[in-house]
């Protein structure tokens, strides 16, 4: 009976159209082979041919089967024609990231991401934000959009670099800066670097540009042979805070901020000024020119260097105030803290301040305030420690000395 049951396991039933087996599966050391019909699934279905995967791949990072993409962290997932878009959370933010040890792809990555942007509006801004690292835009020139603010993270670690520079000619001025500024725009939390040795090499520059600011930004011109200025506005409005502005050079006429024009304003506060200047050359921290106006508010203002002549704040045509603000002169034979040229319209009002050129009180060369005939100079309640010239107004200004009211050289 034993010897019954274990035949009865395996039972092979052979007709004209089937082959059946019963508890048990076919094994064979070679091939099995379907001559017409096909092969049987237990669903009833019959294949006849083997099968192939169309239109994708068998499997997703090893995941055979069927795989579902879902969205996560404010990420969408759509379908249409056969594609699957992946819609990150932002609407209108980009979010541009350096290429991996290659400033110059990152410098054009950044360049691309901008003119990307085309439906910019009052009603439709957009943040350009960039990652961490450095973007090197070489000779290029990277032009602001209205509607556009660009964005680092951090002045310490997001830096863009160029070496954009000019000619002497006027109209090519603003053409000299790594970025040019756009009306309804700004630019803030990054650092930018001038490295041109052309002429006139600046930070950044705009021309005709309103509404425009700037803020937690660090300004470096350092390779310009003639004129590097950190900030240049021509005809342009900037509200700017927390800058932190370089200007060097090896020649001559450095420059940390130069505003010009009848339209031209700036609104400055916490922020500083480096200039030096170089070899037989001069440095200016602050100069208004052809009508422009200024607002400066805790600034530190720092001239230093040369064998000519360097002056802390120069108004030359325009009108400015300076509040609770420090104004450092040093090197030249000939330095001045704050002065206006011989012009009725040049004026500006000085309140508590320090200005401070070196206590050479016998010398024409050496002045804390320097009042060109016409114009208007007015100190309130401001320490210098050097002559004054011109007989600037004094409010409750005092020097080093005690002196409580402008003196005049002996």
């Given at each position: 009976m034993s010897r019954a049951a274990a035949l009865s396991v395996f039972v092979l039933l052979i007709t004209s159209t089937s082959l059946v087996a019963q508890q048990a599966a076919i094994r064979a050391n070679g091939i099995i082979e379907s001559q017409q019909t096909g092969f049987r699934f237990p669903d009833g279905t019959i294949q006849s041919t083997a099968a192939t995967v169309t239109g994708g791949v068998p499997s997703v990072n090893g995941i055979a089967g069927a795989v579902t993409i879902v969205g996560n962290g404010g990420n969408t997932v759509s379908t249409a024609s056969g594609t699957i878009t992946v819609a990150g959370p932002y609407k209108r933010t980009l979010v541009v990231s350096p290429v991996p040890n290659n400033p110059t792809a990152s410098g054009t990555a950044l360049l691309n991401a901008l003119a990307s942007i085309?439906?910019?509006?009052?009603?439709?801004?957009?943040?350009?934000?960039?990652?961490?690292?450095?973007?090197?835009?070489?000779?290029?020139?990277?032009?602001?959009?209205?509607?556009?603010?660009?964005?680092?993270?951090?002045?310490?670690?997001?830096?863009?670099?160029?070496?954009?520079?000019?000619?002497?000619?006027?109209?090519?001025?603003?053409?000299?800066?790594?970025?040019?500024?756009?009306?309804?725009?700004?630019?803030?939390?990054?650092?930018?670097v001038n490295t041109s040795s052309n002429m006139y090499g600046f930070g950044y520059a705009a021309n005709g540009a309103t509404d425009t600011r700037l803020s937690d930004v660090t300004l470096h011109a350092v390779g310009a042979l003639v004129a590097p200025i950190g900030l240049f506005l021509e005809n342009a409005g900037v509200d700017a805070s927390g800058l932190t502005i370089v200007a060097k050079t090896a020649l001559q006429g450095s420059g940390g901020i130069y505003i010009s024009g009848a339209s031209a304003?700036?609104?400055?506060?916490?922020?500083?000024?480096?200039?030096?200047?170089?070899?037989?050359?001069?440095?200016?921290?602050?100069?208004?020119?052809?009508?422009?106006?200024?607002?400066?508010?805790?600034?530190?203002i720092v001239v230093e260097g040369g064998t000519s002549h360097t002056t802390g704040v120069m108004v030359n045509v325009g009108s400015a105030t300076m509040t609770n603000s420090t104004v450092r002169v040093s090197g030249a034979p000939d330095r001045k803290g704050v002065a206006t040229i011989s012009n009725a319209a040049s004026a500006i009002d000085i309140h508590d301040s320090r200005i401070i050129v070196g206590s050479v009180w016998n010398s024409f060369d050496v002045l804390a305030l320097s009042k060109g005939t016409g114009s208007q100079l007015r100190a309130y309640s401001t320490l210098t420690d050097s002559a004054s010239l011109g007989a600037p107004v004094c409010i409750l200004t005092y020097s080093y000395t005690g002196t409580t009211s402008c003196p005049n050289p002996s």
């Amino acid at each position: 009976m034993s010897r019954a049951a274990a035949l009865s396991v395996f039972v092979l039933l052979i007709t004209s159209t089937s082959l059946v087996a019963q508890q048990a599966a076919i094994r064979a050391n070679g091939i099995i082979e379907s001559q017409q019909t096909g092969f049987r699934f237990p669903d009833g279905t019959i294949q006849s041919t083997a099968a192939t995967v169309t239109g994708g791949v068998p499997s997703v990072n090893g995941i055979a089967g069927a795989v579902t993409i879902v969205g996560n962290g404010g990420n969408t997932v759509s379908t249409a024609s056969g594609t699957i878009t992946v819609a990150g959370p932002y609407k209108r933010t980009l979010v541009v990231s350096p290429v991996p040890n290659n400033p110059t792809a990152s410098g054009t990555a950044l360049l691309n991401a901008l003119a990307s942007i085309t439906t910019n509006s009052a009603t439709n801004r957009y943040l350009l934000k960039l990652e961490p690292g450095i973007y090197d835009l070489g000779p290029n020139q990277l032009v602001m959009k209205s509607y556009v603010d660009i964005e680092g993270s951090g002045q310490s670690v997001t830096r863009i670099e160029g070496a954009r520079g000019t000619g002497e000619t006027e109209t090519s001025f603003v053409d000299a800066a790594a970025i040019r500024g756009a009306s309804v725009s700004e630019l803030r939390q990054l650092t930018v670097v001038n490295t041109s040795s052309n002429m006139y090499g600046f930070g950044y520059a705009a021309n005709g540009a309103t509404d425009t600011r700037l803020s937690d930004v660090t300004l470096h011109a350092v390779g310009a042979l003639v004129a590097p200025i950190g900030l240049f506005l021509e005809n342009a409005g900037v509200d700017a805070s927390g800058l932190t502005i370089v200007a060097k050079t090896a020649l001559q006429g450095s420059g940390g901020i130069y505003i010009s024009g009848a339209s031209a304003a700036i609104r400055l506060s916490r922020s500083t000024m480096e200039v030096q200047a170089g070899e037989g050359s001069s440095g200016t921290g602050f100069t208004l020119a052809q009508g422009a106006t200024a607002m400066i508010d805790s600034c530190t203002i720092v001239v230093e260097g040369g064998t000519s002549h360097t002056t802390g704040v120069m108004v030359n045509v325009g009108s400015a105030t300076m509040t609770n603000s420090t104004v450092r002169v040093s090197g030249a034979p000939d330095r001045k803290g704050v002065a206006t040229i011989s012009n009725a319209a040049s004026a500006i009002d000085i309140h508590d301040s320090r200005i401070i050129v070196g206590s050479v009180w016998n010398s024409f060369d050496v002045l804390a305030l320097s009042k060109g005939t016409g114009s208007q100079l007015r100190a309130y309640s401001t320490l210098t420690d050097s002559a004054s010239l011109g007989a600037p107004v004094c409010i409750l200004t005092y020097s080093y000395t005690g002196t409580t009211s402008c003196p005049n050289p002996s």
